[in-house]
């Protein structure tokens, strides 16, 4: 028998039970509010592409340091040149009072290597007010090849030099962009910056300029001292935008897009633009009076030069050159000599030209050979021969002179001794007979070019002037009076053929039918004066270097309005380049234009003139 207490203590605790739990039985309970579990960080995310941290200062000349500038670190675009780049950073980045600034590690790259920049804008300098006008930049590199603390500078002299080799990459806004196809060229147009400038300390040359080479340093130095007259004093911002501002276009609203109108348009407004520099100007050495032009250029020895002819650009950048006295010259992209001796041997003698197959093996056509009537040397891209230990003669090779490679790998080789044409297969084999292809219409040929139906066209430095078609079996010879002891020969994207008339100081252009659609474009001889080489750019204009002027000359294609319309200045591009008999041209991925000197053994490097074009040439030049 229980205990009434006892019940009672049994009940109790079942009350208290139930008002904990609850219980049914059609008692009203109050249900406790859910439990919110808490937050859940999730995990940092590692950026594909992590970039490093790197340390820089902005700078407006020599000593004084921009303050409070806006710094933004960029990655370039991919969708065309000039395309819009990327921003890396996320937070905003000021430079300190001494113009220093850190971009922290962990900015997402695209890619591990897409090539990365940096741009300054506004700030104080001295005790002036924020200059909105001021935006300086700097290339910096690919992304995994920047080494973490690094220091750079950002001043007007990066500036310069960025806006020079960054010329047909770079866009108003300060955007950098190259088509996802032209990789190759973006870097090497970096590479060319890095070789204009020293990042680290904002000087010109950069540290690893060639010793071969002769700096630009002094013309880099004076567009600087342009720019810093508004870094330094916003007053002369003005002065500064209305002496850039090109004809018929818009005046720039800030120093990067003025230097980029200098270099874009660099035969306009020449003395205005030199006087913008302020007394005591920062930079030196400097001009002294005022550049024939503001194109920039690089004048390279070295490698074994001598009395150079033919030029080519391989798939990477590389430069080969071609010298009749027996050598081939390789340079890097930024003008090294690869071999400082050159190669010889191999049977090479006489060279006037050279020709880049897909492979990046190098045809040259020696005029002599030792006991015979002249071969085609074939080196490959580290300079070994694979065309044997003189050369390739047979299919009726005999003297020949110049060289062209077809899209389906086959060489045609022009034979100046006999006036006849030998076809090789990419291995060296005759594809045009024992003796080569001959006809009566072919006197004294010097150039071939190929088109886009495998025809090789001719030009004839004879009386008869004219350029001759050939078909590539051989059967059909169509000759076309046009031109005046021609010389030279290059086929634009649309087919249209472009010949230099070496004695009539003009240039001629036929449809890719043969109809002549002018039979010398002329300036009077105020820079066209005995042309020579020619190349066409990724836009369609045509390059032609004077061999009796110092200068080369810029026309408008086929494609424009105005076709053979001469869009250099009077006295033609570079006339302080001292070009010296100078022979063949060549635009690279980069927009830079090669031209070797006869009359000096030199190789000039015009940095970002033209627009690029995929390297090497083989039939019509296309856009990278």
Same mark, same amino acid.
């Given at each position: 028998?229980?205990?009434?207490?006892?019940?009672?203590?049994?009940?109790?605790?079942?009350?208290?039970?139930?008002?904990?739990?609850?219980?049914?039985?059609?008692?009203?309970?109050?249900?406790?509010?859910?439990?919110?579990?808490?937050?859940?960080?999730?995990?940092?995310?590692?950026?594909? !592409?992590?970039?490093?941290?790197?340390?820089?200062?902005?700078?407006?000349?020599?000593?004084?340091?921009?303050?409070?500038?806006?710094?933004?670190?960029?990655?370039?675009?991919?969708?065309?040149?000039?395309?819009?780049?990327?921003?890396?950073?996320?937070?905003?980045?000021?430079?300190?009072?001494?113009?220093?600034?850190?971009?922290?590690?962990?900015?997402?790259?695209?890619?591990?290597?897409?090539?990365?920049?940096?741009?300054?804008?506004?700030?104080?300098?001295?005790?002036?007010?924020?200059?909105?006008?001021?935006?300086?930049?700097?290339?910096?590199?690919?992304?995994?090849?920047?080494?973490?603390?690094?220091?750079?500078?950002?001043?007007?002299?990066?500036?310069?030099?960025?806006?020079?080799?960054?010329?047909?990459?770079?866009?108003?806004?300060?955007?950098?962009?190259?088509?996802?196809?032209?990789?190759?060229?973006?870097?090497?147009?970096?590479?060319?910056?890095?070789?204009?400038?020293?990042?680290?300390?904002?000087?010109?040359?950069?540290?690893?300029?060639?010793?071969?080479?002769?700096?630009?340093?002094?013309? $880099?130095?004076?567009?600087?001292?342009?720019?810093?007259?508004?870094?330094?004093?916003?007053?002369?911002?003005?002065?500064?935008?209305?002496?850039?501002?090109?004809?018929?276009?818009?005046?720039?609203?800030?120093?990067?897009?003025?230097?980029?109108?200098?270099?874009?348009?660099?035969?306009?407004?020449?003395?205005?633009?030199?006087?913008?520099?302020?007394?005591?100007?920062?930079?030196?050495?400097?001009?002294?009076?005022?550049?024939?032009?503001?194109?920039?250029?690089?004048?390279?020895?070295?490698?074994?030069?001598?009395?150079?002819?033919?030029?080519?650009?391989?798939?990477?950048?590389?430069?080969?050159?071609?010298?009749?006295?027996?050598?081939?010259?390789?340079?890097? !992209?930024?003008?090294?000599?690869?071999?400082?001796?050159?190669?010889?041997?191999?049977?090479?003698? &006489?060279?006037?030209?050279?020709?880049?197959?897909?492979?990046?093996?190098?045809?040259?056509?020696?005029?002599?050979?030792?006991?015979?009537?002249?071969?085609?040397?074939?080196? !490959?891209?580290?300079?070994?021969?694979?065309?044997?230990?003189?050369?390739?003669? &047979?299919?009726? $090779?005999?003297?020949?002179?110049? $060289?062209?490679?077809?899209?389906?790998?086959?060489?045609?080789?022009?034979?100046?001794?006999?006036?006849?044409?030998?076809?090789?297969?990419?291995?060296?084999?005759?594809?045009?007979?024992?003796?080569?292809?001959?006809?009566?219409?072919?006197?004294?040929?010097?150039?071939?070019?190929?088109?886009?139906?495998?025809?090789?066209?001719?030009?004839?430095?004879?009386?008869?002037?004219?350029?001759?078609?050939?078909?590539?079996?051989?059967?059909?010879?169509?000759?076309?009076?046009?031109?005046?002891?021609?010389?030279?020969?290059?086929?634009?994207?649309?087919?249209?053929?472009?010949?230099?008339?070496?004695?009539?100081?003009?240039?001629?252009?036929?449809?890719?039918?043969?109809?002549?659609?002018?039979?010398?474009?002329?300036?009077?001889?105020?820079?066209?004066?005995?042309?020579?080489?020619?190349?066409?750019?990724?836009?369609?204009?045509?390059?032609?270097?004077?061999?009796?002027?110092?200068?080369?000359?810029?026309?408008?294609?086929?494609?424009?309005?105005?076709?053979?319309?001469?869009?250099?200045?009077?006295?033609?591009?570079?006339?302080?380049?001292?070009?010296?008999?100078?022979?063949?041209?060549?635009?690279?991925?980069?927009?830079?234009?090669? $031209?070797?000197?006869?009359?000096?053994?030199?190789?000039?490097?015009?940095?970002?003139?033209?627009?690029?074009?995929?390297?090497?040439?083989?039939?019509?030049?296309?856009?990278?």
């Amino acid at each position: 028998m229980h205990s009434t207490q006892g019940l009672l203590t049994v009940a109790m605790a079942a009350a208290f039970f139930c008002t904990l739990a609850g219980c049914g039985g059609g008692g009203s309970t109050s249900t406790p509010p859910p439990v919110t579990p808490p937050p859940v960080t999730p995990p940092p995310v590692t950026p594909t !592409n992590p970039g490093v941290s790197f340390s820089g200062k902005a700078m407006a000349g020599t000593a004084q340091p921009i303050v409070g500038a806006v710094v933004q670190l960029y990655a370039a675009g991919t969708t065309g040149n000039g395309s819009a780049s990327t921003a890396l950073l996320t937070s905003t980045l000021d430079t300190d009072a001494t113009g220093s600034f850190t971009v922290p590690a962990g900015y997402a790259c695209p890619a591990a290597a897409s090539q990365l920049y940096v741009v300054i804008r506004g700030g104080q300098v001295g005790a002036s007010p924020d200059n909105s006008a001021i935006a300086l930049a700097s290339a910096l590199g690919a992304c995994n090849q920047i080494v973490s603390g690094t220091k750079f500078v950002v001043n007007e002299v990066t500036t310069a030099a960025t806006a020079w080799g960054l010329a047909q990459f770079l866009s108003a806004g300060g955007n950098v962009g190259a088509t996802a196809t032209n990789t190759q060229g973006l870097a090497n147009a970096f590479a060319t910056v890095t070789n204009l400038v020293n990042p680290m300390v904002g000087t010109s040359p950069g540290a690893a300029f060639p010793v071969t080479g002769v700096s630009p340093a002094a013309k $880099i130095n004076t567009l600087a001292n342009v720019l810093n007259s508004c870094t330094a004093a916003a007053s002369a911002c003005g002065q500064l935008f209305s002496a850039t501002t090109p004809s018929g276009g818009s005046a720039p609203a800030n120093t990067l897009d003025a230097a980029l109108n200098v270099v874009r348009n660099p035969g306009s407004s020449i003395a205005v633009i030199y006087a913008q520099q302020a007394s005591g100007a920062p930079f030196t050495p400097a001009l002294t009076v005022a550049p024939s032009d503001w194109t920039l250029f690089i004048n390279y020895a070295g490698g074994g030069i001598s009395v150079p002819s033919g030029v080519g650009v391989d798939s990477t950048g590389n430069v080969w050159v071609a010298s009749y006295a027996g050598v081939a010259s390789k340079y890097s !992209n930024t003008g090294n000599p690869v071999f400082a001796n050159g190669i010889t041997g191999n049977g090479l003698m &006489s060279v006037y030209s050279l020709a880049i197959d897909a492979q990046d093996n190098v045809w040259l056509p020696n005029q002599q050979s030792t006991g015979g009537f002249g071969s085609v040397t074939v080196l !490959n891209s580290s300079g070994q021969p694979i065309s044997g230990a003189t050369g390739y003669s &047979s299919g009726g $090779i005999y003297f020949p002179e110049a $060289i062209a490679i077809d899209t389906n790998g086959t060489a045609w080789i022009v034979n100046n001794g006999n006036s006849s044409l030998t076809l090789l297969s990419s291995s060296g084999q005759p594809l045009s007979g024992a003796k080569g292809y001959t006809s009566s219409q072919l006197e004294f040929p010097v150039t071939v070019a190929i088109d886009g139906n495998h025809n090789g066209w001719v030009t004839n430095y004879s009386d008869v002037d004219t350029v001759t078609k050939v078909s590539a079996d051989g059967t059909q010879f169509t000759s076309y009076a046009c031109c005046n002891m021609p010389d030279g020969i290059a086929i634009d994207q649309r087919g249209d053929v472009w010949i230099a008339n070496y004695a009539g100081d003009s240039i001629s252009q036929l449809a890719s039918d043969g109809t002549v659609i002018s039979s010398g474009y002329s300036d009077m001889k105020a820079s066209i004066n005995h042309p020579q080489g020619m190349a066409i750019d990724g836009s369609g204009h045509v390059w032609v270097t004077n061999y009796r002027g110092p200068s080369i000359t810029e026309l408008a294609g086929s494609a424009a309005s105005s076709p053979g319309q001469i869009l250099s200045p009077a006295a033609g591009y570079a006339r302080d380049a001292k070009l010296l008999e100078a022979y063949a041209i060549r635009v690279d991925a980069s927009g830079n234009l090669w $031209i070797t000197n006869q009359g000096s053994s030199l190789l000039t490097e015009v940095v970002g003139l033209a627009t690029p074009v995929k390297t090497p040439l083989i039939g019509l030049p296309q856009t990278p």
